[in-house]
């Protein structure tokens, strides 16, 4: 990957891909024509950047560029703030860690300098986790992790490998790669974001099912607070009271900054097979993911599209040969009256993967289902990575795309995921907007599943404008996630876009001891300030 694009995803200089005239042409039946929009450039930004009020001090990069490259992260509200060059805030300098002993310093330079400090990975966070908070007036240094990097260590006989925070995901692999080994965590953001991201943001890769969620894969490190060092210790298990890795996992840098991560390894799979199946109606298809997931097969992933995710993938493929030859196969089959595609991942040993796929087949085939072979997933494997790069295209086609997540038992996932889809669908009525959502099932447990939306709508001529749909949309499809009992975030952390409902899941307690324990790694509150937790200011002025 090369350096990204400073307001959007993919890389600079690069051309958005050609989004599929199908796809076109379903989005301008679904919500209508976009309007292209008209962007700032990144010289007018710069000519409208303030000064920086640190620029006395040494050691800081106060280039007006470099502000504005750290001042985002990837979310709909950072796009469109970037795009439109209103930014509000971004942060006064960046500096580059080395060490831990780096970080140590530019935490005291934070405390003498009464600054906010911002810990920056990749830049990937999609709920307002990266940037100043606009409400809070002191300077901001924005603390890039992109020299922490590497493997420092490797216990191959432990399975512990131990990497500097700042490690991308395609170096993690490619360091472990030599040794047979992997860690398997592979995010849709994997190629732009960190190790240590993933921790702060209790992150799911693509295939959890089989590696798991990196709550389960990270061992221990060390979090540089500004309270002192707290070293965590790899043990493979431990009944020494609650488990520190805990409070780490999830902080979003708000009780400091990880310097090092020491995560768990296992032989990277002989054998990877991606089938897919496709059911004739979501009811059934929803019984047979959640059968899948209790016979606790030997699979890395179970993905299941709704029928309208089904017909925008389709739509977006094309009309190519193997596009044309699946819908006729499917008509062949009678397959309906809503087809629903199911891909299923198995990585192992030969004998292990195919027995994993046969016994998924047989649980499909009694729910109605019927096999379409590997291209589907051979698709998905090309171009997972690759999905973010619609929403450049998709914009400059005059259309804003964003998603949310959840998860839920699957008692509750039925009424879940038909009241979030009519309530995309149908958030814009009032302002004469119409909107297309779709979703799947990404990560299935014996107990519940996760639910991921994707959603599209029309840009408006104002940004403000734009701005305020998205914010219909999120803030209704969050009530319904809460009414129905589901998670808030169950793979994209909370920053500042889900810290109103996180009471709802955690309870006032709850969230006061989270609050009392950033009290004391954080006295005097400079971490990462508006993210995860609201402040007692912001409580007294009642700002959630």
């Not at 000064?51 to 990837?74: C, K, N």
């Not at 940037?131 to 399975?159: F, K, Y």
């Not at 849709?188 to 894969?217: D, K, N, P, Y």
Request: with cysteine.
């Amino acid at each position: 990957m090369g350096v990204r694009r400073w307001n959007g995803w993919i890389d600079e200089g690069a051309e958005p891909p050609a989004v599929a005239s199908g796809a076109v042409r379903l989005l301008e039946a679904e919500i209508g024509p976009g309007a292209p929009p008209r962007d700032a450039t990144l010289g007018e930004v710069v000519a409208s950047l303030g000064a920086s009020a640190l620029a006395d001090e040494a050691g800081l990069s106060i280039d007006p560029v470099d502000r504005i490259r750290h001042a985002r992260g990837q979310s709909l509200p950072d796009w469109i703030a970037l795009r439109s060059g209103r930014l509000g805030r971004v942060p006064d300098a960046i500096v580059r860690p080395a060490t831990s002993g780096d970080v140590r310093g530019i935490l005291e330079l934070g405390r003498r300098r009464g600054a906010a400090l911002i810990p920056f990975g990749g830049g990937t966070s999609v709920v307002g986790g990266v940037m100043p908070d606009l409400d809070d007036d002191r300077p901001s240094i924005v603390v890039a992790t992109e020299l922490l990097t590497g493997l420092h260590g490797l216990d191959e006989t432990s399975g512990l490998a131990t990497f500097g925070a700042g490690t991308l995901g395609p170096d993690v692999e490619a360091a472990l790669g030599p040794h047979g080994l992997t860690l398997g965590h592979l995010p849709q953001s994997w190629e732009r974001s960190t190790i240590g991201g993933w921790v702060a943001t209790r992150s799911a890769g693509q295939q959890s099912l089989g590696f798991g969620r990196i709550e389960e894969l990270f061992a221990g490190g060390r979090l540089e607070a500004p309270a002192g060092s707290m070293v965590l210790p790899p043990h493979p298990a431990s009944a020494a009271g609650p488990d520190l890795r805990q409070l780490v996992l999830g902080s979003e840098g708000r009780f400091g900054i990880l310097t090092e991560t020491i995560v768990r390894v296992g032989p990277k799979p002989r054998v990877e097979a991606v089938p897919s199946w496709v059911l004739g109606e979501w009811p059934r298809a929803v019984d047979a993911a959640r059968d899948i997931a209790r016979a606790r097969l030997p699979l890395s992933m179970v993905r299941l599209s709704t029928p309208i995710e089904t017909a925008t993938t389709l739509a977006l493929a094309g009309e190519g040969r193997g596009v044309r030859a699946l819908r006729a196969y499917l008509r062949f089959r009678r397959v309906g009256p809503e087809p629903c595609l199911l891909l299923v991942a198995a990585s192992g040993d030969e004998k292990l993967v195919e027995l994993a796929v046969r016994e998924v087949g047989s649980i499909v085939r009694r729910h109605g289902g019927t096999g379409i072979g590997g291209s589907p997933g051979r698709q998905w494997l090309r171009s997972r990575f690759q999905v973010p790069d619609l929403r450049d295209a998709l914009w400059e086609l005059g259309y804003a795309i964003d998603t949310l997540e959840t998860a839920v038992d699957w008692s509750r996932l039925p009424d879940l995921a038909a009241d979030l889809g009519r309530t995309l669908r149908h958030g814009l009525d009032d302002v004469g907007e119409r909107v297309h959502a779709f979703s799947h099932l990404s990560h299935v447990y014996p107990s519940g599943s996760s639910l991921y939306a994707t959603y599209v709508f029309r840009l408006a001529a104002d940004p403000d404008e734009t701005l305020d749909r998205w914010r219909r949309l999120k803030d209704a499809a969050s009530e319904v996630i809460v009414r129905h009992g589901g998670t808030i975030s169950h793979q994209h952390g909370v920053g500042r876009d889900h810290r109103r409902w996180l009471a709802g899941e955690k309870g006032e307690l709850g969230l006061g001891v989270l609050r009392d324990v950033s009290a004391r790694l954080d006295p005097d509150r400079m971490m990462n300030p508006g993210v995860l937790l609201t402040d007692a200011r912001d409580e007294r002025s009642g700002r959630r």
